[in-house]
């Protein structure tokens, strides 16, 4: 018995040896085998839509004015607060008349009912802090003193970041084919929003 507990005695104190003797790491192994790939998650929500783009690199785009009636001397076609007068600088403006059905090119002639016409230009700048557009009667074919009153059936505002010109040559009094060139994206105008009178 002395012998077997002699035994278990010293197998248990090598056994203390051989676990407490920790050597050196030796060198990592080679790379395994790349794993299966694993399954798609799922598809994110969708973000919110951004705000439409003003002035250069916004793309053109024209404002719908529908129909103006009762104009005499002119009219403010527009005023728009949220562009900058920076952004402003960089836009080619273009406005168009209808009449009897056609669009007319401004500045020029736009042709009434009764053999009437009238001759408008406009301008556009900033004021105030507020970027404008302005029609203004410059003629008008009745021989009278009182200016008479027109009923423009629409008025389309284009505007065209400078950057987004063609190289080539394109006719800016033709209503079809600076539609067709520039392909603008329609904007009916928020009259509350943007409208503003400068009087």
């Given at each position: 018995m002395r012998k077997f507990l002699h035994s278990l005695l010293i197998l248990a104190v090598v056994g203390m040896v051989f676990t407490s003797c920790e050597g050196p790491d030796g060198p990592a192994g080679p790379a395994g085998v790349q794993g299966t790939k694993g399954?798609?998650?799922?598809?994110?929500?969708?973000?919110?839509a951004g705000e439409d783009g003003v002035g250069s690199g916004g793309g053109?785009?024209?404002?719908?004015?529908?129909?103006?009636?009762?104009?005499?001397?002119?009219?403010?076609?527009f005023s728009f607060e949220d562009i900058t007068e920076e952004e402003s600088q960089s836009l080619a403006i273009l406005v168009y008349v209808k009449s009897m059905g056609v669009w007319w090119p401004m500045p020029g002639v736009v042709p009434f009912a009764g053999n009437a016409a009238?001759?408008?230009t406009f301008v556009h700048g900033f004021e105030d802090s507020v970027f404008f557009v302005d029609l203004i009667l410059t003629n008008y074919t009745e021989s009278q003193e009182e200016v008479p009153a027109r009923t423009l059936e629409d008025v389309r505002v284009v505007m065209i970041p400078v950057s987004d010109l063609m190289a080539g040559?394109?006719?800016l009094s033709n209503y079809q084919q600076v539609m067709d060139t520039f392909n603008p994206k329609p904007k009916q105008v928020n009259w509350s929003r943007v409208l503003k009178s400068r009087k």
């Amino acid at each position: 018995m002395r012998k077997f507990l002699h035994s278990l005695l010293i197998l248990a104190v090598v056994g203390m040896v051989f676990t407490s003797c920790e050597g050196p790491d030796g060198p990592a192994g080679p790379a395994g085998v790349q794993g299966t790939k694993g399954d798609k998650g799922d598809k994110g929500d969708k973000g919110d839509a951004g705000e439409d783009g003003v002035g250069s690199g916004g793309g053109a785009f024209v404002l719908n004015l529908g129909e103006i009636t009762d104009v005499k001397d002119g009219i403010n076609l527009f005023s728009f607060e949220d562009i900058t007068e920076e952004e402003s600088q960089s836009l080619a403006i273009l406005v168009y008349v209808k009449s009897m059905g056609v669009w007319w090119p401004m500045p020029g002639v736009v042709p009434f009912a009764g053999n009437a016409a009238s001759t408008y230009t406009f301008v556009h700048g900033f004021e105030d802090s507020v970027f404008f557009v302005d029609l203004i009667l410059t003629n008008y074919t009745e021989s009278q003193e009182e200016v008479p009153a027109r009923t423009l059936e629409d008025v389309r505002v284009v505007m065209i970041p400078v950057s987004d010109l063609m190289a080539g040559r394109v006719d800016l009094s033709n209503y079809q084919q600076v539609m067709d060139t520039f392909n603008p994206k329609p904007k009916q105008v928020n009259w509350s929003r943007v409208l503003k009178s400068r009087k």
